[in-house]
């Protein structure tokens, strides 16, 4: 839930826990939106997207062709977090519990940097939900796994993940030409940080 003054508050408060035992049955809630973390009931969720003509173009990850193959990214995904380098979270509605996509944050090399991903199943774009639920992962980040900077990037064409990107107060970085792979093929991102306020 969000304060008065637009800080959020957390269903399961940071002090309860060590700085590399996040336990999975963390919950965070916002306004509308219920965060936990991935598990194997988000199979079907993560198809039904991946159906989507033209869902994959932005996304480092190609559509799986068989649900077996969601089954297996997610279980790396679960041991991931218990091994605190990669940080998963599905997004629900709160009010009917659907859910609708996900978001997280992975460990990199330098210490204290993070990098955050998100999605939103097409069926829910437009209503706010990317920005609401990246904003609790950043809150999460910086307070929780102490992160000092968390960095992000998308692809050159992808407006949606801009407007997102510029309104959660990241500051552009600048061009990589080889962001990601997609088809055989190098692709153009524009990249962005966020430092932790002191």
Do not use: C
């Not at 996304?59 to 998963?88: C, F, H, L, Q």
């Not at 609708?100 to 829910?124: C, D, E, M, Q, T």
């Amino acid at each position: 839930m969000f304060k008065s003054d637009g800080s959020l508050i957390f269903a399961s408060s940071f002090a309860d826990y060590t700085m590399k035992s996040i336990p999975r049955d963390i919950i965070l809630t916002t306004e509308r939106l219920r965060l936990r973390a991935a598990d194997l009931s988000d199979v079907d969720l993560v198809w039904d997207v991946s159906r989507f003509d033209g869902f994959n173009d932005g996304m480092t990850w190609e559509p799986p062709n068989s649900k077996e193959e969601i089954v297996a990214i997610t279980e790396r995904n679960m041991a991931d977090w218990e091994s605190g380098v990669d940080y998963i979270f599905t997004v629900e509605i709160k009010n009917d519990g659907a859910s609708i996509g996900r978001v997280g944050l992975l460990k990199k090399k330098a210490p204290g940097i993070w990098n955050i991903g998100f999605w939103i199943h097409p069926k829910y774009w437009n209503r706010g939900f990317a920005t609401e639920a990246a904003r609790a992962i950043l809150d999460f980040g910086f307070q929780r796994i102490e992160a000092v900077k968390i960095t992000t990037d998308h692809a050159t064409w992808n407006q949606q993940s801009e407007m997102v990107i510029r309104k959660l107060g990241f500051k552009y970085v600048g061009e990589n030409p080889r962001g990601f792979i997609k088809n055989g093929q190098p692709v153009l991102v524009l990249e962005y940080d966020f430092s932790k306020q002191v």
